[in-house]
């Protein structure tokens, strides 16, 4: 089955995510290897948008939504967790926020986990309750 190669990015100056080819004053384009955005000036000229964080698409939650890297998705039991890459794997894993860090390989999306947000967008719900 093919993979999507999609991108999202988040700007931290706009507190705004962008998605790749929805927008219609930023343009998203691949140069030398590398994916970068532009937005049109007021000088008819393009600036780049050097400040995102740009975020790859992952494949599609049990509910068949977009996932992207960063993404907080819900398993079954309710626990929650931030979808990343990982550089230990080298590949794309999950760490479990229970007081401390875990980290898990991520094989399969579909069938067990649900997209309920993106650290960006939702930072609260990788909060962790602590019990007194």
């Known amino acids: 089955m093919k993979q999507d190669i999609k991108y999202r990015a988040w700007d931290n100056v706009a507190e705004k995510m962008y998605y790749c080819g929805e927008e219609d004053v930023i343009c998203f384009e691949v140069e030398s290897g590398r994916i970068k955005a532009t937005e049109a000036s ?5 600036e780049e948008l050097v400040h995102l964080k740009y ?3 992952l494949g ?3 509910n068949e939504n977009d996932l992207y890297d960063q993404d907080i998705c819900e398993d079954e039991r309710g626990n ?3 979808v990343m890459w ?4 080298l590949a794309w ?3 479990e926020y229970l007081g401390d ?3 898990y390989p991520l094989h399969d999306f579909k069938g067990t986990y649900r ?8 930072p609260e719900l990788l909060e962790i309750e602590v019990a007194e």
Do not use: A
């Open 42 to 46: 007021e000088d008819n000229g393009y």
């Open 55 to 57: 975020m790859q698409y």
């Open 86 to 89: 990982s550089e230990y794997f």
């Open 93 to 95: 894993s999950y760490v």
């Open 115 to 122: 997209k309920v947000g993106n650290k960006f967008d939702n």
């Open 101 to 103: 860090l875990r980290e």
């Open 60 to 62: 599609k939650d049990i």
């Open 80 to 82: 929650r967790f931030l």
